[in-house]
């Protein structure tokens, strides 16, 4: 775990904004766009240059109107009530407890949070968020360039699990799952039944089968919804913390690391996507 970086008196807003988040999320139903704030804003990580990242950028101006930030000012307008009352808390700690929570409010994996991210007014260039249209390669680019990994990029890609995409945002539209407001491994499932009429499965979804590399990451967190919890807890906690403090080990257990030993690609588990050639990049 991360150290302790702010006083006593920071500490308790953080709890006290904590509660409000629940409150707010619970009474607008908001889960979903809580957390695409909170990963657009940290998800602009370079790990070379050390810029972008869970800084509160996203709130200016210029950020805000990138393509890929379409309807997260609703968001954001939602947060300034909860800035209004504990204006001590940085805009970089208020949208990634944002996130936290809405994972957690809606049946998802507690995520241990370690305030104290500085705001920056500095905004990263365009184009540093994943591209739904893309593919293997292309997801590989912006996640390693964040310094995560492919397992990190399979359990963040399972918070698929909440929300829709609209059209007016994004150019696609539907949901991923059958119940967009609760946090479950059932995007992985669904990830595996192939096209099914009313969700969505973008490029980006569907190269996590189509992969191998990715593949057996899908076929366990489809499984066993306790090894994603565990898995997406922790890449959740290292997105939320790039450029903040070093993030925290992976949480692994000898079984699961085990069992991706042993696993073979999906082509061998008879998966849907298997007739279509599989991408190595």
């Not at 709130?59 to 997260?72: D, F, I, M, P, V």
């Not at 998802?108 to 893309?134: H, M, N, W, Y």
């Not at 991923?176 to 992985?188: A, C, G, I, M």
């Amino acid at each position: 775990m991360a150290g302790k970086v702010v006083d006593d008196e920071y500490s308790k807003e953080i709890e006290k904004a904590r509660r409000d988040l629940r409150a707010l999320i619970a009474s607008k139903s908001c889960a979903p766009i809580m957390l695409r704030l909170a990963w657009h804003d940290a998800g602009t990580y370079d790990a070379k240059t050390k810029t972008g990242g869970p800084d509160g950028s996203i709130r200016n101006e210029k950020e805000l109107a990138h393509a890929a930030n379409n309807g997260l000012k609703i968001a954001i307008d939602f947060c300034e009530g909860i800035k209004a009352k504990h204006p001590r808390i940085t805009y970089a700690d208020l949208y990634q407890l944002a996130g936290v929570v809405a994972v957690e409010v809606t049946g998802g994996p507690t995520i241990d949070f370690v305030p104290g991210r500085k705001d920056s007014l500095e905004s990263p260039e365009e184009g540093r968020l994943p591209d739904a249209k893309q593919g293997a390669s292309h997801l590989r680019d912006v996640f390693y360039r964040m310094g995560l990994s492919d397992k990190d990029i399979v359990a963040l890609s399972g918070a698929h699990t909440l929300g829709r995409a609209h059209r007016d945002r994004s150019g696609f539209d539907g949901p991923w799952t059958k119940e967009p407001l609760k946090f479950d491994n059932s995007y992985f499932q669904e990830l595996l039944k192939g096209d099914s009429e009313g969700l969505l499965k973008l490029s980006t979804d569907k190269v996590l089968v189509e992969d191998p590399k990715f593949c057996k990451y899908v076929f366990l967190y489809a499984e066993d919804e306790d090894a994603f919890f565990s898995d997406y807890s922790s890449s959740h906690k290292k997105l939320s913390e790039l450029g903040f403090t070093p993030p925290s080990s992976s949480l692994k257990s000898n079984h699961k690391e085990q069992y991706l030993a042993n696993s073979k690609c999906c082509r061998s588990r008879h998966c849907c996507y298997c007739n279509n050639p599989i991408l190595l990049h």
